[in-house]
């Protein structure tokens, strides 16, 4: 089949927006992933999944590639080592874009995020260019989170919106789903964010590159299992590069040239 002939077929098949693959990073998720593969897989059962690990020392890796022999919508990046949740982003980006997938979707392995909101976000996408799944517009909502984790995060956001000049109430969640064109529009090769403020990054990339941005709300739950990876050096990195673009954002903005 030609280029057009198979372009034509992914649109009849799986409509305007194309092939969907959401992406789930892992660092010893091992009690989660198989839950959380067969949950996407049932509610959105046109899309793939790829799960990036991070050579988990618990075996993830293994049990997802146990889920790929077993179903062919499944995929497994293995990458060396822990590098942070942006470097496992960027590289499941890459791989998405490479198999000329139309819609790239983010989504926590631990049940967090509900696969049952996907079509939801992707009917929200039809009318943007970026959804951001937000616990903090009307609507949305944390369960079971501890009230230090609620006042981190919605720190974060009102620290980051003040300082980027963003009018985004969740800047740090990461269940969203990207066109195909948005993210190649928003210049990943000089993302060089770890950890989870590679979320603000691509938020404020994709407001200054114009893009419509649309949050819908969501309902985020608590994990049951496994711990989250959050800790000071991701809390401190955030910190010092939110500073630093919020500053070069306005040097750029008073210069007149587009950021970042
Ligand atoms: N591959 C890889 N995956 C990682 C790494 N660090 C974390 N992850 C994976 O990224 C997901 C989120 O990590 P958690 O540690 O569970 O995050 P959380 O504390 O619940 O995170 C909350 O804050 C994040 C930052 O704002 C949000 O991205 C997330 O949606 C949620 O709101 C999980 O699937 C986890 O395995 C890493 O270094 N490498």
């Known amino acids: 089949m030609n280029e057009g002939a198979k372009g034509r077929e992914a649109q009849r098949r799986y409509g305007p927006l194309g092939r969907a693959l959401v992406i789930i990073p892992t660092f010893n998720e091992a009690e989660n992933i198989k839950k959380i593969v067969s949950r996407v897989r049932a509610a959105v059962p046109d899309a ?5 690990d991070d050579n988990s020392p618990d075996g993830t890796g293994k049990l997802a590639d146990e889920l790929a022999v077993e179903d062919e919508q499944v995929h497994v990046l293995h990458r060396k080592g822990k590098e942070g949740l942006g470097a496992a982003y960027l590289a ?28 939801r976000l992707l009917t929200a996408l039809k009318g943007a ?3 951001l799944g937000s616990r903090w517009v009307p609507g949305g909502r944390v369960v079971n989170w501890p009230k230090y984790r609620e006042f981190l995060s919605r720190g974060g956001s009102t620290y980051s919106r003040l300082l980027l000049g963003i009018a985004i109430r969740d800047v740090t969640g990461g269940y969203r789903a990207f066109r195909a064109e948005t993210l190649r529009g928003l210049g990943l090769s000089e993302v060089a ?25 969501i309902t985020f739950v608590e994990r049951e299992l496994g711990d989250s990876k959050m800790n000071r050096n991701i809390a401190v990195e955030a910190l010092w590069r939110v500073a630093g673009w919020g500053l070069s954002d306005r040097a750029n903005r008073f210069r007149g040239r587009s950021t970042p």
């Open 193 to 217: 964010s770890q950890g989870y403020c590679f979320q603000v990054d691509l938020a404020r990339r994709a407001v200054a590159a114009g893009y419509h941005v649309v949050e819908v709300p």
């Open 129 to 131: 260019d970026l959804v």
């Open 48 to 52: 793939d999944v790829l799960v990036a």
């Open 92 to 119: 499941g980006f890459a791989w998405g874009l490479e198999h000329e997938y139309g819609v790239l979707i983010e989504m926590d392995a631990d049940g967090s995020h509900q696969p049952e909101e996907l079509p």
